[in-house]
């Protein structure tokens, strides 16, 4: 059985997920109504871009600066767009070098190790510390 507090702070990242999908959902639409793309087109652009551009970089943020108390929330948006762009090429690059032909997929699973990789370094921490 959870406590309220937990049980809010969870419903608050229900909402706040929500909210995004919703957000990048009205995006589409607005790019489907005043360009020449289709919806599924815009929606791929809205979605594709959030997962490349913000995603990991956001997720890695929680690593380096992981209480909310440490970083200011516009500082962690700018981080996570800063991160994103830094680290998303350079793994690309560096698996192209080992051999990795860059196509869609294989970036599309880049991002995915890289967010993955980052989500388990941050629930190794939260495990071993419980003040993370």
Do not use: C, H
């Amino acid at each position: 059985m959870i406590n309220q507090k937990e049980f809010n702070r969870r419903l608050n990242w229900i909402i706040l997920i929500i909210g995004v999908i919703v957000l990048l959902n009205l995006l589409s639409i607005a790019l489907t109504l005043f360009t020449p793309l289709s919806y599924l087109e815009s929606l791929r652009i809205t979605f594709g871009s959030f997962y490349v551009l913000f995603l990991p970089g956001f997720i890695l943020s929680f690593i380096f600066f992981p209480k909310n108390k440490d970083i200011e929330v516009i500082e962690r948006l700018a981080l996570s767009f800063a991160l994103s762009i830094s680290v998303v090429p350079l793994a690309v690059f560096y698996l192209n070098l080992i051999g990795v032909k860059i196509s869609l997929l294989s970036s599309f699973f880049t991002i995915l190790a890289i967010i993955v990789l980052s989500l388990i370094i941050i629930y190794v921490r939260l495990k071993k510390n419980k003040d993370f």
